[in-house]
Nanobody, 120 residues
Framework: QVMLVESGGGLVQAGGSLRLSCAASTRTFSNLAMGWFRQTPGKEREFVASISRGGDTLRYLDSVKGRFTISRDNAKNTVYFQMNSLKPEDTAVYYC?????????????WGQGTRVTVSS
């Protein structure tokens, strides 16, 4: 079992930045492909970004390309999500997710979520 704990959410003005972190409790973090999803009330959870085990393959939702950056530190069992130029439409609960070996879009493990609110 892998536990994922997110941190770094909060309230920020439009144009501002936040960095989310997700710490994984596992001795095999390097075997996990990691990603971030987000969800707003009344909508389905949507994929935002993913990163492969070695960090060489990155994927992003089109609307966040150029603004958000996913990265990982395998030595610290942590994945990061730098969000710049935030917009009110980025407001959501952000969830960290993990999949074994390869990211297939249907993660096996989920964090509890951290709320991001962007004011206009």
């Amino acid at each position: 079992q892998v536990m994922l704990v997110e941190s770094g959410g909060g309230l920020v003005q439009a144009g501002g930045s936040l960095r989310l972190s997700c710490a994984a409790s596992t001795r095999t973090f390097s075997n996990l492909a990691m990603g971030w999803f987000r969800q707003t009330p009344g909508k389905e959870r949507e994929f935002v970004a993913s990163i492969s085990r070695g960090g060489d393959t990155l994927r992003y939702l089109d609307s966040v390309k150029g603004r958000f950056t996913i990265s990982r530190d395998n030595a610290k069992n942590t994945v990061y999500f730098q969000m710049n130029s935030l917009k009110p439409e980025d407001t959501a609960v952000y969830y960290c997710a993990a999949d074994l070996l390869v990211w297939d879009g249907s993660p096996t493990y989920w964090g509890q979520g951290t709320r991001v609110t962007v004011s206009s």
